[in-house]
């Protein structure tokens, strides 16, 4: 039997008396939705997001996860998995179990309240999330032979995945669906003249760093996992619904790329090619992150 370990002394569970932003997902938290308060910081985080004792579970060394050899590698089918898939489980058990909490509280009552009150912006993060895993699986159909991809991949010993990894001649491409409707990826730059230039990834005016950084720590552990092999791995971040300019956009931000879905198949295809076994690495990736 698992227990839950107890929260560190400087963090409370709590309701938020204003709203806020999750400073690790990005998330919007509506005024009243549950959520953990880190004193220290002066910052809130979704129940859901792992502290930093756990995400650093989530460093290119796991415990008890070696990266495998290539040696023997054959070309075989690869099973993509379902994009999405671990998110919109995660959707639908915390739905049913507010459905559960409200009808057992409120018998009589518990389908009107149901049918009168929204879902908890926490909640529908997982959906919209989900959508947007699937929305760029369908887009990413559109690469051409002999492109794999793999989807919704478990990291293991952590509660992290990776939303799409795909296997091209180019190498190999580790892509984080983003569903930001209506917002604009921006490049902030800082500096450059007296100061040391630094950019930062803005989502809509916000600060996007832990975005940049979480897809630095999923290229890191691909990257293990090919070690020996001399595939180039690269990192993007694919924002789909967002208000891109009618020109340009497009950016890099610590060599993560940051643009739209057509593009992305674009830069797959237009980078160089390589003579690489893209289904004997393939089977290589999905034998080290399975499908979630």
Same mark, same amino acid.
């Given at each position: %039997?698992?227990?839950? @370990? ?7 569970? %709590? ?27 002066? @910052? ?9 004792? *756990? ?8 415990? #008890?996860?070696?990266? %495998? ?20 489980? $995660? ?12 009808? $057992? ?33 369908? @887009? ?13 991949? @478990? =990291?293991? #010993?952590?509660?992290? &995945?990776?939303?799409?990894?795909? *296997?091209?001649?180019? !190498? ?25 230039? *630094?950019?930062?990834?803005? =989502?809509? !005016? ?5 975005? +940049? ?19 180039? +791995? ?11 300019? %009618? ?5 890099? *931000? ?6 739209? /879905?057509?593009?992305? =198949? ?10 690489? &076994?893209?289904?004997? =690495? ?7 992150? /399975?499908?979630?």
């Amino acid at each position: %039997m698992t227990t839950e @370990r107890p929260a560190p002394a400087d963090e409370k569970r %709590m309701r938020l008396r204003f709203a806020g932003t999750c400073h690790l997902c990005g998330t919007d938290l509506a005024a009243g939705e549950p959520a953990v308060y880190e004193r220290a910081a002066r @910052r809130v985080r979704c129940i859901s997001c792992p502290d930093d004792e *756990v995400r650093d579970s989530a460093a290119p060394v796991v415990t #008890g996860w070696q990266p %495998m050899t290539t040696t023997g590698i054959q070309p075989e089918e690869i099973a993509p998995g379902t994009a999405g898939a671990s998110a919109r489980r $995660e959707y639908e058990r915390r739905r049913d179990s507010r459905e559960t909490r409200i009808r $057992e509280k409120h018998p009589k009552l518990g389908g009107l309240i149901l049918a009168l009150s929204d879902e908890p912006q926490s909640t529908r993060a997982w959906e919209r999330g989900a959508i947007g895993e699937e929305l760029l699986a369908t @887009r990413l159909k559109d690469l051409p032979e002999p492109a794999r991809v793999l989807h919704d991949r @478990r =990291i293991p #010993g952590t509660r992290a &995945n990776i939303d799409h990894i795909v *296997v091209a001649p180019s !190498g190999v491409w580790v892509v984080d669906a983003k569903r930001y409707k209506g917002k604009r990826p921006d490049l902030h730059v800082e500096g450059g003249i007296i100061r040391p230039r *630094v950019e930062s990834l803005r =989502i809509g !005016g916000r600060n996007g760093t832990k975005l +940049v950084d979480g897809a630095h720590k999923q290229i890191a552990l691909v990257r293990a996992s090919l070690e020996g092999t001399g595939v180039p +791995v690269y990192g993007a971040l694919c924002f789909l619904e967002a208000d891109w300019p %009618m020109i340009g956009g497009s950016f890099t *931000v610590d060599d993560i790329h940051v643009l739209w /879905p057509r593009l992305l =198949i674009k830069r797959i295809n237009e980078a160089t090619t390589l003579d690489i &076994n893209v289904d004997g =690495i393939g089977a290589l990736i999905a034998r080290s992150f /399975p499908a979630a």
